[in-house]
C-alpha cells in the first residue's frame, strides 16, 4: 500500500536523474563547493557528530541510567532511531544538492519551515556550544602553570588566611563557580559583565571564523587535526587512567547494568535523545555536507560508517571518562576511611598502626560490640564505593569539576591539563563547523543577505552577529543561561523537525522515488531493514519519545540549580524554582523552532490565496 500526499510541480522544481548526470560528466555543478576527497568528507560528519557532549552528557547519562544499563538502549536506537535518518539527510542532501533550507522547498515551497528550523536551532545551539568553548579556552590558557591555579584557595584580601567561600566549598568547585564564571545567585540577577569571559569569547568566535571563512574550503583541512586529535588524546588518557588506582571500578561499573533500569520509561526516553545529539540530526549540517559529494556517492556506506564510528566513539569516550570517575571515587573513598580511622584511633586512645584500611570494617564491628554509645556518638561518615561511583555530575560540571580535580592529583598535571583542554577545543571546533554551516547556507538560500555578498563577508557577519548575542552568557547569570539553552534549544525542536523530515520524504516526496534515486546514486535498492525503519519503525519511536518527554516535561515544575553562598545547602548547589517570566525564553527556544513549520506553511498559504485575489 502506498500512501504519498499530491505534490504538483515537483517533478520541475528538481533535476531529473540525466540532468544530474550530465552535470556531473562536464564538471558544471555550478558554483557548489566539492569535497578534495572522500576522507575529508567523513572526517567532517565525525568531527560535527562527535563533540563535548561524548564526553560529559553520555557518560552522565550512563551514570544516572545504571551504568551499562543505558547503554542498551542506546544502542538499540542507534540502530533504528538514528541510523534511517541520518541515511535519509545523506541521502536527500546527495540527491537535490542544496542546503537544508533549498532541499525542503525544491521538495515543496511549503515545508521551506523545516529548513528555516533546523537554522535556528542550529543557531541557537551555536550560540552556547561556543560559550563553553570560551571557558575551555580559559581553562587552557591557565593551564600552563604550575601548580594549577584551582588546586588551592587564594588568601582574603588581607592575606591572613584563605577565601572563607573557596574553604567552605572545594578548590575546583570555586574556581569555576567564582573565579572562572563569578557566578551571581539566581539566573534573575545579572551582576554585570564579566569581561576575561568576554575576551575568550571573541577569541572562540575569532577562531571559528578563521577556520571557516571559506566555508568547506578552510574547514574541510582544518578537521584533520580536530577529528583525528581527540581520539588521540583519548587514548593517551586512556592508558593513563588504566594506572590509576581505582580505574577498573569505574569502567566495571560503566559496563555492569542495572536491569531494572531498561524498565524504566525515563531510560528509553534519554537514550533517544541522546541519538540526536550524537549523530546531530536535524541541524542541517549533514544535508549541506552530503549535497558536496558526487552524485554516485555510495551515502548507504557512509550512513553505516558513521552510525559505527559514533557508537564506538560514544563507549570508548565513556571509558576513558570512568576510568577517571573511578580514580576520582578511591580516592575519596580512601579519605573517607581514613577520616573514619583517625576518629577510631584517637577516641579510643590507640596505636597508630592499631587499625588500617585492609582490616577497618573488622575493627569498627568490633568497637561497634564492645562500646556501641561510644562509636555511635563519633558520627563517622558513610564509605560506600558504589554510592560515590553513581554520584552524577551533570554537564559542564563532569568537564570542568571532575577532571579537573581528578587531573591535579596526576603527577605533571600541567601537562594533562592542556591536553585535556585541547581534546575538548577540538571536539567543539569541529562540532561548530557543521553548526555554521547550519546558519550561513540558509541564509544564502533564503536571500537574508545580499547574494552579491562573498563567502568570506558571509561568514564575518554571522560570527560577529552571534558574539554579540553571547554577551548573554558573559554576564555573572551566564551560566545559568547556557544551562538553559542546553535544556530547551535542542531537546523538543530536534524531535519535531527530525518527524516533519521523515514525513516529508515519505509520504511527500515519496519513499518509492526516493529509492529510485538511491538505486540511480548507490547502484541498488535498500533492503527491508531501511524500508521497514523509514516507513513505520523511526517515526513511531521519534513521535513516542517527543509525546512522553512533553508530558513529563509539563508535569515537572521547572527548576535549576544555582552556587549560592548564602544557601542552606552550600556548598551543594541549591535547587530552586524559574522565575515566571522563564516561560516566555523556553517557548522561544523550543516553541518557535517546533512551530516554525506548520507557522511558515500557513503563512505562505495565506499569500498565496492573496495573490490569487
Known sequence: MRLVFPNPGLDDRILS???????????EAGDRPKWDNKAQYILTCVGFCIGIGNVWRFPYLCQTHGGGAFLI?????????????????????????????????????????????SMLVSLLVGLYYNTLIAWILWYLFNSFQDPLPWTQCPLNDNGTGFVPECQRSSTVDYYFYRVTLNSSASIGDSGGVHWPIVL???????????????????????VYVTAILPYIVLAIFLIRGLTLKGSLSGIKFL???????????????DAGAQVFYAFSLAWGGLISFSSYNPVHNNCVQDAVILTAITGFTSIYAATVTYSI???RATEKYDNCISDNIISL??????????????????????????????????????????????????????AFIVFTEAITKMPGSPVWSVLFFVMLLCLGVSTLFGNIEG????????KLLPQKWPQEALTGVTCAVAFIICFLFAQNSGIYWVTLFDNFAGSVPLLTIGLFEMIAVVYIYGIDR??????????YRPGIFWQVTWRFVSPLIVLGILIFYMVTQTQKKLTYLVWDPESEVFPALASVPYPSWINAVVFLLAGVPSLAVPVYALCRLVFVYCKKK
Not at 539527510?89 to 528550523?117: C, D, H, M
Not at 559496563?255 to 526516553?269: G, I, N
Not at 526516493?514 to 548507490?522: Q, T, W
Open 325 to 327: 570517575i573511578g580514580f
Open 73 to 117: 538502549p542506546y544502542l538499540i536506537l542507534l540502530v533504528l532511531e538514528g541510523m534511517p535518518l541520518l541515511l535519509m539527510e545523506f541521502a536527500i542532501g546527495q540527491r537535490l544538492r542544496k542546503g537544508s533550507v533549498g532541499v525542503w522547498r525544491a521538495i515543496n515551497p511549503y515545508l521551506t519551515g523545516i529548513g528555516v528550523a
Open 345 to 398: 584511633l584517637n577516641t579510643f586512645d590507640l596505636p597508630e598502626d592499631n587499625i588500617t584500611a585492609s582490616d577497618y570494617e573488622a575493627a569498627l564491628n568490633r568497637l561497634n560490640s564492645s562500646s556501641p554509645e561510644t562509636v555511635l556518638g563519633l558520627d563517622l561518615k558513610t564509605c560506600d564505593m558504589q554510592t560515590l561511583l553513581s554520584e552524577g555530575v551533570e554537564g559542564t560540571g563532569l
Open 255 to 269: 559496563f555492569t547494568p542495572d536491569v531494572d533500569e531498561l524498565m524504566e520509561p525515563t531510560t528509553w526516553l
Open 200 to 222: 575568550c569569547l571573541l577569541t572562540a568566535w575569532t577562531v571559528m571564523c578563521v577556520c571557516y571563512i571559506r566555508g568547506i574550503g578552510t574547514s574541510g583541512k582544518a
Open 439 to 446: 546558519v550561513v547556507v540558509p541564509l544564502k538560500d533564503l
Open 17 to 27: 536523474h540525466e540532468d544530474l548526470d550530465r552535470m556531473e560528466e562536464e564538471e
Open 514 to 523: 526516493f529509492n529510485e534515486d538511491l538505486v540511480f546514486m548507490v547502484g
